[in-house]
């Protein structure tokens, strides 16, 4: 019985191949988009899963709220240093704590017996560089290839996985025993333990941990002040809870810990901290802690992407059920001849879903390899090693199942239906026609939400494409073309070389100026700091970003001086220059009025305020400027900023090389440009640019294709209404007009409902930016001239060739 089903299937899809080749296309495109946006969710949704004890890992995350108003004005997962060491007294549950302070890369020094220090091998560590506690290698899974992280307890040890192993040593099996030393002033760790890489799908990807006992010593006095004010993005902490136990029961003890230890000035009648447990796996897609996040999606960009797969699919649905139904009055016949030979409805709708089954089979089998196609673009795109192996990501078996089955039920059952339901006797006697089978209204529902999708999604990437250019091309109040960074060495003869090395580098043709900084004006490097004000006794409620430049740093980078002057040229911290928004901040009238009142950190040390700059985008145009404070600090600086001359760059950057490595010949030559790093604020978006374009032009696509398909039928059933028409005189034009009309006002209704919808939605996506473009009136025009354009291109291909068919065969052809 099935292979007689299976032939007739067969059998019927091979006299209607352009029917079956549309749908077949229309699906498989469905397929693909719903396969690599499946493929994308589920490996962020893995991450931290290779832990067996994720879910009783947690992150002390600090929460600060306003507390007259209940508003939220901060939160962040850095803690003040001494918090980890409290935590371990006051909280003897918990089974593990661990402090972790990240230094994000560094450069690693290999020494080489009888060799001079200029001859000895060096690495730079980019990512993955902590200073940790044994206790973090004891809660997450680590497997090792020597030793272990028991003797991390001791100052001057390191643990590293077996790729940085075999990058400082050739193999890997000589590492152990042997001290790599940190930095320029050379900290030397002796490495006790190497363990296997982890996988690509954790924000804990530590390639080198340090001990912390070594982060204590070269601190000593960060540790002796019990500085619960202050507060470094490169500070963490993470706890082992028990079994079955929840992170809410430590709601009151954390509030009284918080009342215990933290001052008045962040915690007191006005201002509320609250710290909490943040579950392991929700790190990686939660948005409001971002330190060890780099390009995470959040939770709000994946459930986008699952309903752009979702919309993309149901196109190629609609498009099924609009041909099936438009068709079946070709099938008239063949249905009331099988109910009159006793074929009961449930048989021809098993046998309608048989062909959408075997539709849909072949749909989803070219859609896998489609998409085994597309993923090495979608992987390199979002820079992650995303796998279509069934072997390695079983569930991914599963879906193509669900998917397969969902397609065939959405696609076939309502057609199956009508088909089934058709009157024997008014099916022979060739009584039905499009407009009585399956309901006319019913088809131009579905192909104006066809077009509401379709232009939703243009309407959503001309607003992506156009914040994206806004991003590139929108001030940030500084210069960030042509800019180089160098990092520099940090031991005390580095510094000591700073300024013959800025002295050196003006010398060069092409270099039009140069300054030390701590960073460039935009970056992840951020100081937060409370302080006082002029002679207030009482510290600020407002965060200060303290940044080190010293006198040339607003000539390199082409920022404005409103008021006041620069600091002299010193080493060490004197005058202090600050922004626009700390004066307001401030409640101040005027840039003017800031001029010679101070700011200190502590009460013992004043700083006078010497001038104010223009406001600059510390971060990126997604997020509001802060209070800036710029002062010189030698021991700060971390770069050399250049601003080149774009004309001669090749020949600039050549002896700027040379005079660097002549300066610091035993550390790495490591620049990169400004611009480039401007550009990582927004490779999500941009990512989400891409996907967008992606998604709109698939979906112009199948709904283009559906009405290909629907105006090829509408030719075969018109042929002789057009026949007779040019005989009366009709016009080619005319002809096409007929055709056209109705599609265009669908598009027209399908607009006036994307338009608004589009408009709201987008809004709300542009609101989570600080800085942004406008939704204006030529993004809809766009919208709808591109639908139409495209529309009638599809139309007008078929109803041309309808139209100018000689009008003698049309009517032969009935």
Not at 87 to 107: H, Y
Not at 201 to 210: I, S
């Amino acid at each position: 019985m099935f292979i007689n089903q299976l032939k007739v299937t067969w059998r019927s899809l091979r006299t209607r191949k352009g029917y079956a080749a549309i749908n077949i296309t229309g699906l498989a495109v469905g397929t693909v988009t719903c396969l690599l946006i499946f493929v994308v969710i589920h490996y962020e949704m893995s991450y931290e899963h290779f832990n067996s004890r994720r879910d009783s890992i947690y992150r002390v995350v600090t929460t600060y709220t306003n507390r007259s108003n209940g508003e939220v004005t901060g939160r962040e997962s850095a803690v003040p240093i001494p918090l980890p060491d409290a935590l371990r007294n006051d909280f003897r549950q918990l089974k593990k704590v661990a402090a972790v302070w990240s230094l994000g890369g560094a450069q690693i020094h290999i020494p080489v017996p009888g060799k001079a220090i200029t001859d000895e091998k060096k690495v730079k560590v980019d990512k993955g560089l902590f200073f940790t506690e044994p206790a973090l290698f004891d809660m997450f899974d680590y497997t090792w290839l020597e030793g272990n992280a028991t003797s991390l307890r001791e100052p001057h040890t390191v643990v590293i996985n077996q790729t940085l192993a075999s990058a400082f040593f050739g193999d890997w099996k000589e590492a152990m025993g042997k001290t790599v030393q940190m930095w320029s002033f050379r900290v030397p760790l002796k490495i006790v333990g190497i363990f296997k890489d982890l996988p690509a799908n954790t924000d804990m990807e530590v390639r080198m941990g340090a001990s912390y006992a070594t982060f204590r010593d070269l601190n000593a006095s960060w540790f002796a002040t019990n500085d619960w004010l202050t507060v470094a993005w490169s500070s963490q902490c993470f706890v082992l809870l028990p079994p079955n136990s929840a992170p809410d029961g430590y709601r009151p003890q954390l509030n009284q810990f918080v009342n215990k230890y933290f001052p008045q000035e962040i915690n007191g009648p006005q201002k509320k901290v609250s710290l909490a447990f943040q579950p392991l796996p929700d790190v990686h897609l939660n948005e409001a802690y971002t330190t060890f996040k780099g390009d995470a999606l959040t939770h709000k960009e994946l459930w986008s992407l699952a309903l752009v797969g979702l919309f993309i699919l149901f196109v190629a649905c609609i498009n099924f059920i609009n041909l099936a139904t438009a068709q079946s009055v070709t099938r008239a016949k063949e249905i009331g001849v099988r109910k009159v030979l006793g074929s009961h409805r449930s048989q021809i709708l098993q046998q309608f879903l048989n062909e959408t089954a075997v539709i849909t089979t072949a749909s989803v089998i070219i859609g896998y390899f489609l998409a085994q196609l597309g993923l090495p673009f979608i992987s390199n795109l979002l820079q992650k090693p995303l796998s279509l192996n069934i072997l390695i990501t079983p569930s991914l078996l599963l879906f193509l199942l669900l998917l397969g089955m969902t397609v065939n039920f959405l696609a076939g059952f309502y057609p199956g239906m009508v088909l089934s339901g058709f009157n024997p006797i008014d099916a022979i006697k060739n009584k039905l026609s499009t407009s009585s089978i399956g309901g006319i209204s019913v088809r131009r529902s579905l192909v104006i939400l066809q077009f509401v999708i379709a232009q939703f999604l243009i309407i959503g990437t001309i607003v992506v494409v156009k914040q994206m250019h806004f991003f590139r091309n929108q001030s940030m109040g500084f210069e960030k073309n042509a800019i180089a960074l160098i990092e520099l060495p940090s031991d005390s003869s580095g510094v000591a070389n700073y300024n013959y090395l800025k002295e050196q580098m003006l010398k060069v043709p092409g270099v039009e100026a140069a300054s030390m900084c701590l960073d460039a004006p935009a970056s992840y490097t951020t100081n937060n700091a409370t302080f006082y004000f002029n002679n207030d006794p009482v510290k600020k409620d407002i965060l200060l970003n303290v940044h080190f430049g010293d006198s040339s740093f607003l000539t390199t980078f082409q920022i404005k001086l409103l008021a006041g002057r620069v600091p002299y040229p010193s080493d060490t911290m004197r005058e202090l220059l600050v922004n626009e928004t700390l004066v307001r901040k401030l409640g101040l009238r005027s840039a003017d009025d800031i001029i010679g009142k101070t700011i200190a950190f502590a009460p013992e040390k004043k700083y006078p305020v010497v001038g104010v700059m223009h406001d600059f985008h510390s971060k990126s145009l997604k997020e509001a400027v802060p209070p800036f404070v710029l002062t010189t600090n030698a021991h700060g600086y971390g770069f050399i900023a250049l601003r080149l001359d774009p004309r001669r760059m090749q020949q600039t950057l050549a002896q700027v090389q040379t005079i660097f490595t002549r300066t610091y010949p035993t550390y790495i030559y490591d620049l990169n440009f400004l611009d480039d790093r401007v550009a990582r604020f927004y490779r999500t978006e941009a990512m989400a640019s891409y996907l967008f374009k992606i998604a709109a032009c698939l979906a112009i696509f199948i709904s283009c294709l559906g009405l290909y398909g629907l105006v090829s039928f509408m030719a075969v059933q018109k042929t002789k209404e057009v026949g007779i028409r040019k005989v009366l005189g009709a016009s080619v034009q005319s002809i096409v007009l007929l055709f056209s009309r109705e599609f265009t006002l669908l598009i027209g209704i399908a607009f006036l409902i994307a338009m608004p919808l589009g408009y709201f939605l987008m809004r709300q996506w542009l609101a989570g930016f600080y800085s942004h473009i406008n939704i204006e009136w030529f993004v809809f025009v766009l919208a709808i001239v591109l639908s139409v354009a495209v529309a009638w291109l599809t139309v007008g291909y078929k109803a041309i060739k309808a139209a100018i068919a000689n009008p003698v065969k049309s009517l032969r052809t009935e």
